[in-house]
């Protein structure tokens, strides 16, 4: 056997006819798809240093002032928001004042691939902390990039473009509280209110939208402006929670962050000093809705607490090592299912679960009128009792 060999050796042939101990496996390979990523990123990451290297950003920058092709722009852009993707390539191009400026101007475009692929460039500037200030200060000589955004959420008939938007201006607004007050202008809220209808009409969900309504609510001063556009907004929030009655008995695990965000803005405009009573209309349809959800979600942080005791109800967590991975057993159509779950995501069920019960409280003042309300909130609070 050579020892100067590159090759991967082969799995023990005992492992190689058992597929259950190999589920990560390529096909018929000895490759695992987690190699394989971790190689494609490499690779990815290589290309950017050396496009970097290369001075192409500077082609690029030349290429965006003087082409009137929008391909050519998305082209290039796109590149961009590739090279961004990693931390020193993303600090190199951020660095480069003369790059940033022409990528803003280019949010006033009404190419729709050109703009989505400004907005990638963008987010990943400001998602890096390494980046952000460059940025946020480009946003202060560039001040046509916020105007161009306010535009857009008033005028775009794009689902995509509006849902690029709202993913960067909620990454925006969750980096920097300072924009959390200019965009709680009434002008500016009324613009973002205008996308949120516009995206129910192209039947896409409010994901995006509740979680820029929710990081906007951590500016006190925002929350009057808010409750003063309760008419339209309560319209939206009944059509999200009646959204989430399609899915199964859970909401995806993937939109835990929006579902909290529409439960915790809707109970914080809810509980506004200034909130008139008679504003409030809850309908029955709703409360089923969300009393549904509340079993679910009790059910499942149970049932989870009760398959790892020896994990979350430990005296003293700090003695052992976290754990990275916990159980969930199910039992369908008489076959018990097993399904893994991280500590954090189990938090975030935990959070949830919260805020449900919070905003039950609040409705218990709102629904006096509605017969049924009183036993769907009572059900929900002695279901979370259990769990405390």
Known sequence: MSFNSDRNPSPPPELLGNEALLPDRIGDSVYSKQWLYKTLMKILQEV?????????????????DKTRSPRLVEIVVGILGN?????????????????????LSLSGTSDTPALLQVFRVILCGVSNE???NMWFEAFEGSPIFMENMKFIFENSLSSTVI??????????????AKYCKMWGQPSHIKAIIEAGKQSLKLHENLDNFFC???????????IEILVHNWVELSLLFDLYFLSLDEED???????????FSC????????????MQCEQVVIEPGVLKIINKIAHSVSALILDIRKHNMEVLDL???????????????????????????????????????????????????YTEKVSISINCFQNIYFKFSSIE
């Open 48 to 64: 950017a240093e050396f496009l970097d290297a290369s001075m192409a950003p500077a082609i690029f920058l030349d290429v965006i």
């Open 83 to 103: 090279m961004s993707s990693f931390d020193s390539t993303c600090q190199s191009i951020s660095s480069n004042n003369s790059l940033i400026f022409s990528i």
């Open 130 to 132: 390494n980046t952000q």
């Open 163 to 176: 849902k690029g938007a709202f993913q960067l201006l909620y990454s925006i607004l969750n980096e920097n």
């Open 212 to 222: 820029v309504l929710n990081a906007l609510c951590q500016y006190t001063p925002n």
């Open 249 to 259: 008995a859970l909401p995806d695990r993937l939109r835990i962050t929006a579902v």
């Open 263 to 274: 439960f915790d803005t809707y109970n914080t405009l809810l509980n506004y000093e200034n």
């Open 315 to 365: 005296q003293n967590p700090q003695d052992q090592p976290p754990r990275k991975f916990l159980r969930r057993i199910e039992e369908r159509d008489g076959t018990q299912y097993i399904t893994m779950m991280t500590e954090y995501e189990f938090n975030q069920w935990t959070v949830l679960s919260e805020i449900i019960i919070d905003t039950a409280k609040t409705l218990l003042k």
